[in-house]
């Protein structure tokens, strides 16, 4: 049984990316900084099959000793880590002269270095092994900046970078890695605002698209994925 760790696996995409890998028989490594949320989607997820495994840990995925303290106690408990997606993210509207002193930082902290840490731990037993999949959730952002939100997309465009590096180191070693870039989707990030669901892509769709690619034959990998609304929504 194969077995995937996600980040920022509690809500949004992440979430339905978990409930997805679930669905298809596969262990699932979750975290969260909410304990009481993460022991609820534990519970959830173990009622999806009764086979697989689910390790939970409350853990901040943008503190890298928390992160990497995650991923070790994942592979401890279910061992080799076959898909890692990495999924965590913030989005703070904001244009760079508006910034306040930490406003980079914090995305920085949450929208790039946990995919750096996280590629550094799996990535050479992926390569060693020769097989694997990492999925960088990135944004639409990482391809034409948004000037609302400076620095979300400095740092969308950073994780995007580093996905095409990660793809030229593990393409010799057989380990797949897919930017999957997402336009406006229903997440917390749109919260607080008033929305038509109908006018927006779903984090179901994210999870599908993921799930889609991760069950194509060996030979074959995505190396970008972009979904969108549907022309004439946002």
């Not at 409930?19 to 262990?27: D, P, Q």
């Not at 519970?43 to 990497?68: I, R, Y």
């Not at 900046?145 to 793809?167: D, E």
């Not at 870039?181 to 599908?208: F, H, Q, R, Y």
Request: contains cysteine.
């Amino acid at each position: 049984m194969k077995n995937v760790l996600i980040t920022g696996s509690t809500k949004g995409m992440g979430r339905s990316i978990a409930i997805a890998f679930a669905n298809e028989g596969l262990n699932v490594a979750i975290c969260s900084r909410n304990e009481q949320e993460l022991l609820n989607f534990k519970d959830e997820l173990e009622q999806v099959d009764a086979g697989v495994k689910v390790f939970a840990m409350k853990a901040d995925g943008s503190n890298k000793a928390e992160l990497l303290k995650f991923a070790a106690a994942a592979e401890a408990e279910l061992g080799f880590i076959d898909i890692v997606v990495n999924n965590l993210g913030t989005f703070i509207p904001s244009s760079i002269l508006d910034d306040k002193e930490d406003t980079l930082q914090i995305q920085m902290n949450t929208n790039l270095m946990p995919a750096y840490e996280l590629y550094r731990y799996f990535g050479r037993t992926m390569a060693n092994a020769r097989k694997g999949h990492f999925f960088n959730i990135c944004s639409v952002a990482s391809l034409n900046p948004i000037p609302q939100a400076g620095s979300y997309s400095v740092t969308k465009y950073a994780l995007l970078g580093l996905t095409k590096v990660m793809r030229l180191e593990m393409q010799e070693h057989g380990v797949k890695v897919t930017a999957v870039i997402p336009g406006s989707t229903l997440t917390d990030s749109w919260k607080d605002a008033v929305v038509d669901k109908n006018t927006m892509v779903l984090p179901e769709d994210i999870a599908s698209a993921i799930i889609n690619i991760y069950k194509l034959s060996t030979g074959a990998n995505v190396d970008e994925i972009i979904i969108k609304p549907a022309p004439g929504q946002l």
